[in-house]
Nanobody, 114 residues
Framework: VEFVESGGGLVQPGGSLTLSCAAS????????MGWYRQAPGKQRELVAR???????NYADSVKGRFTISRDIAKSMVYLQMNSLKPEDTAVYFC?????????WGQGTEVTVSS
């Protein structure tokens, strides 16, 4: 199982980014997938989840600003992030939900700063 994240970068407060995650070695349509983030000095947290039936859930801190989606045919998961805030600065990861402990990728870094 492998997850490869991309799309991070430096963005000003109020800006937008779309993160992508390529998944391999997993029956993609069977499992729920999640986007997680880890800010400096903090524990990794789940920010968005999409179920096998495409039901979505979000952390309160991102609700209304972030949108998770997936393309089963391409084994891709996306995170559209709007109205970004400095507190969204973190390394973002994707993984199954609940996660495979040994399948964390390198993540993609998002920095929100003026």
């Amino acid at each position: 199982v492998e997850f490869v994240e991309s799309g991070g970068g430096l963005v000003q407060p109020g800006g937008s980014l779309t993160l992508s995650c390529a998944a391999s070695g997993i029956s993609f349509s069977t499992y729920a997938m999640g986007w997680y983030r880890q800010a400096p000095g903090k524990q990794r947290e789940l920010v968005a989840r999409i179920s096998s039936r495409d039901d979505t859930n979000y952390a309160d801190s991102v609700k209304g600003r972030f949108t998770i989606s997936r393309d089963i045919a391409k084994s891709m998961v996306y995170l559209q992030m709007n109205s970004l805030k400095p507190e969204d600065t973190a390394v973002y990861f994707c993984n199954k939900n609940p996660p495979y402990a040994n399948a964390w990728g390198q993540g993609t870094e998002v920095t929100v700063s003026s």
